[in-house]
């Protein structure tokens, strides 16, 4: 009889070991975006209800630059408005759990993916999704920085861009169209709320597929480059309609168009900007040292160089302190992250043993 309970305790402890930890993860994970998304609508309902009419102005076209440039989020609210009788903080709030939702679950997938994750111990894969956990908590709580409404949504369109550019070399050659023909609508659509977004990863992409890392392989990435080449002259023409014929009579008014002029003169600004790069920061170390040690794909190093072009583009257009303004690549960067610690623990732990091997004299 106890032999029966143990094997069956055997059995059991198999089938929750073999279940792994993605549902548990994806639990948690929704109840985060849940909380983020109520939190959000909150502060939506405070603008709606102590500054009305703030959100109809750049509807009319009397905002401020560069903010009156980013319309789609706004645009798309003012439609539920129209048709569905909502208040913005509606359109906003069901628009950032779709974009948070689609984000988080999407990265979450490539995560899963990963060849690391894939071929890593059950400890090491609870690990992993541990830490996708608090790294998309650590930087959804700045969400509220500065806050805007087209912060989700960038997030959402981001993720939805970077799953679709790993997915190219995993499918069938005929798929492959399509997979062109939603890259270039996400990028359009990313160029009504945020057309530089699209740019820096597109360029990015075009960028790493010049690395040839094998004889042969750049003439296999020629769709690749020209894709990347479409979308970020979809995404640019966008923003120059948004800039010389929506909105021509858009001006900064106060506001520098060089915002690093400013940033030197406000030492406050540098803490938060500090903290929030701490892990990203990491990231690129890692990623140095671990160069041509069998990353992924061009995927990886697309992403690492439009996270770089556009990380310059914040420190010298935008507020230094204004760090959700990284969000969209800092998310989008997470399995990378968590990949990559698990070679740094693997590595480690390889050298422990190696030392403990030499010390007894094995």
């Given at each position: 009889m106890q032999a029966e309970d143990a094997q069956s305790?055997?059995?059991?402890?198999?089938?929750?070991a073999i279940r792994g930890p993605q549902r548990s993860a994806k639990i948690l994970l929704l109840a985060i975006v849940l909380g983020l998304c109520d939190?959000?609508?909150?502060?939506?309902?405070?603008?709606?209800?102590?500054?009305?009419?703030?959100?109809?102005?750049?509807?009319?076209?009397?905002?401020?630059?560069?903010?009156?440039?980013?319309?789609?989020?706004?645009?798309?609210?003012?439609?539920?408005?129209?048709?569905?009788g909502w208040g913005f903080r509606h359109g906003f709030a069901l628009m950032d759990l779709v974009s948070s939702l689609t984000a988080i679950f999407l990265l979450y997938h490539l995560l899963q993916q990963r060849r690391g994750v894939l071929t890593a111990s059950f400890e090491l894969q609870w690990f992993a999704s541990a830490a996708f956990i608090t790294l998309s908590c650590f930087y959804l709580v700045w969400v509220g920085s500065y806050f805007r409404p087209e912060t989700l949504p960038n997030a959402g369109l981001l993720a939805s861009m970077v799953w679709l550019w790993s997915c190219w070399d995993r499918v069938r050659r005929s798929r492959r169209v399509w997979i062109a023909i939603a890259l270039t609508g996400l990028a359009a659509l990313q160029g009504w709320v945020r057309a530089d977004v699209a740019c820096a990863l597109f360029a990015g992409f075009f960028l790493a597929c010049l690395i040839p890392r094998r004889p042969g392989e750049l003439r296999d990435r020629g769709w690749k480059l020209i894709v990347s080449l479409l979308c970020v002259g979809v995404a640019g023409a966008t923003q120059l309609y948004l800039m010389r014929v929506k909105y021509p009579h858009a001006s900064y008014g106060p506001i520098p168009v060089l915002m690093i002029r400013h940033d030197?003169?406000?030492?406050?600004?540098?803490?938060?900007?500090?903290?929030?790069?701490?892990?990203i920061a990491w990231t690129y170390v890692q990623f140095w040292r671990n160069r041509g040690r069998g990353l992924e794909d061009s995927a990886d190093s697309g992403l690492i160089i439009a996270s770089l072009i556009y990380l310059v583009l914040w420190i010298v257009l935008g507020k230094l302190d204004e760090v959700r303004i990284f969000i969209p690549f800092a998310l989008a960067m997470i399995p990378l992250s968590v990949d990559l610690s698990l070679r740094h623990i693997s590595t480690v732990s390889g050298a422990a043993l190696t030392r403990t091997v030499d010390r007894n004299g094995v």
């Open positions: 305790g055997e059995v059991g402890a198999s089938a929750v939190q959000t609508y909150w502060q939506y309902s405070f603008i709606d209800r102590y500054q009305k009419g703030y959100w109809k102005t750049f509807i009319d076209g009397l905002g401020l630059a560069p903010e009156q440039y980013r319309m789609g989020v706004k645009m798309a609210a003012w439609w539920m408005v129209q048709h569905f030197l003169h406000q030492p406050l600004a540098l803490p938060p900007f500090v903290c929030f790069m701490v892990p």
